[in-house]
């Protein structure tokens, strides 16, 4: 195809597998009609939170176990539960001694702390260090744990979020966020306690991030829970209505019991047909906000593989922004650094190098980045791919022209050898519907660096859309390597800068 002579082109939906080597476009068939691609029997868990909190996740677990019906069977976008044990063949088992308990006046008094960086700080402790406790000194170890938070926690938890002037508590800080900012790196602290508070003010101001940011190095698999989210009717307004709009209770068992199978070391299911032998990168930049003018941030990646699996990659923190174009992109060896701990451990984990390596960004990969990618892959046989993919809101968009339904999901406008339009959301046949609202946007593919075949690029790019373990939704809009890519960088940043090694994904979701 040249330059300039446009096709409008369609690829045909994604095929997932399952148990039995079976296969389905849509994760919620399969798995009721074949069951997930990889169980257990038993899958251990351990619960922590407040006691009313605890009573409620157990009162919601016992109703998974049998059907729930959808929220309108006349729609096919909306599935009715079948029941845990039916869809998983599989059971829950609270491990003995592995249910942790937090006392709610203790959760919202350091909550509701005055000074935020304290109050998330403090909150975050009072789960992470009970969590760390039973890890360290009890023999069974749960395969996921399941963290219920008060909706106080959520409300108060996050950067933009305040107290009540009248329900602040006073935290009785010495040290504060301004002296912070004030400080040479390495200054000594007269007083002991201040060196101590001064720590708070390194970590990141957002409850759910940090918790997971804490407990990387300790590798425990956790799910947070609100309250309200499994239990909406014990929390009415003045009206005497839930306080906050949740999904239906079909919906939120199938996200829930999916999310948990995967973190306990379940794979519901894996992409049908894609190339073996490929493996998938997805590039982050975070900025670090207390240093963001300076244009520090924090650089990592996502792996997965042709099975599904995937590592992100701590990298390191630097001032990785160009000037010129105000994108993020980094040195010749930094890169280099990076490609050659991602090459080694897909060694390390399949025995041999990737065929193809597809490098998904936001942004163009500058000369002196892509060298270096360059550079750690010339002693293997590995061919490396650079595709930039964004967001299309306004570049383009196309109607069919009855103008009574969006266009079909899988639609692709091709305008070049090197570039094309995506429609990831839309018209989907299995639904006979779109289940939306706006007028489909498709996402920009562009192979910027390396060569490839424009069709297969599309076509892998598709099917990552849909194994997005942290739901169980038909497709999302963007690929898996960039879904999370924002939610990694937050949690990669939100504690101070250090050594980790490779981590499987379930620990930043």
Not at 105 to 130: G, H, P, Q, R, W
Request: with cysteine.
């Amino acid at each position: 195809m040249k330059n300039n002579c446009y096709v409008l082109d369609f690829f045909s939906e994604p095929l997932l597998e399952f148990a039995h080597s079976q296969k389905s476009d849509y994760c919620k068939d399969g798995l009721f009609l074949y069951g997930p691609l990889q169980s257990k029997p038993d899958v251990s868990y351990g619960i922590i939170g407040h006691e009313d909190g605890i009573k409620r996740f157990e009162k919601w677990l016992n109703s998974i176990s049998t059907y729930i019906q959808s929220a309108d069977v006349q729609k096919l976008h909306f599935s009715s539960f079948p029941g845990f044990q039916t869809i998983f063949n599989s059971k829950f088992r609270l491990v003995e001694k592995a249910k942790l308990f937090i006392s709610k006046e203790n959760i919202l008094n350091t909550i509701k702390l005055d000074n935020k960086n304290k109050a998330i700080y403090d909150t975050v402790n009072l789960y992470k260090d009970k969590l760390i406790d039973y890890e360290n000194n009890e023999e069974e170890i749960p395969n996921v744990w399941f963290v219920i938070i008060p909706e106080e926690v959520y409300s108060y938890g996050r950067p933009q979020s305040n107290v009540p002037k009248d329900e602040r508590i006073k935290s009785n800080l010495i040290y504060t966020k301004q002296m912070k900012a004030n400080d040479s790196p390495g200054q000594i602290k007269f007083f002991p306690e201040m060196s101590e508070q001064a720590k708070i003010f390194d970590y990141g101001t957002d409850f759910r991030r940090q918790l997971k940011a804490r407990l990387l190095k300790e590798k425990i698999s956790i799910q947070i829970i609100r309250e309200t989210s499994i239990a909406p009717n014990d929390f009415l307004n003045s009206k005497n209505e839930p306080i906050r709009d949740v999904q239906d209770p079909a919906t939120i068992a199938w996200n829930l019991t999916t999310t948990a199978m995967f973190k306990a070391g379940c794979k519901p299911w894996k992409l049908a047909n894609i190339r073996k032998g490929v493996c998938y990168i997805g590039l982050v930049f975070k900025k670090l906000d207390k240093i963001c003018s300076k244009g520090n941030a924090c650089c990592g990646a996502q792996m997965f593989l042709d099975t599904g699996d995937g590592l992100v990659f701590k990298g390191a923190i630097g001032n990785w922004l160009d000037r010129e174009s105000g994108e993020f992109h980094l040195t010749k060896d930094k890169a280099k650094e990076l490609m050659k701990k991602i090459l080694e451990e897909y060694h390390k984990g399949q025995g041999y190098y990737p065929k193809e390596l597809f490098i998904h960004g936001r942004t163009y990969f500058n000369d002196n980045e892509w060298q270096g990618f360059m550079d750690a892959v010339q002693d293997t046989e590995t061919k490396i791919i650079g595709i930039r993919i964004t967001r299309s809101t306004n570049e383009l968009k196309l109607y069919r022209l009855d103008g009574k339904r969006p266009i079909i999901r899988g639609t692709a406008f091709k305008v070049s050898d090197k570039k094309a339009y995506l429609w990831t959301s839309g018209y989907i046949e299995r639904f006979n519907t779109y289940p939306g609202f706006n007028v489909p946007n498709p996402i920009s593919i562009e192979i910027c660096q390396g060569d490839a075949d424009l069709d297969t690029v599309i076509k892998d790019i598709f099917s990552l859309t849909k194994i997005n373990f942290n739901s169980c939704a038909y497709g999302d809009s963007v690929p898996v390597t960039l879904k999370f890519a924002d939610a990694v960088g937050d949690i990669l940043t939100a504690a101070p800068y250090e050594e980790v090694p490779p981590l499987p994904f379930i620990y930043y979701i």
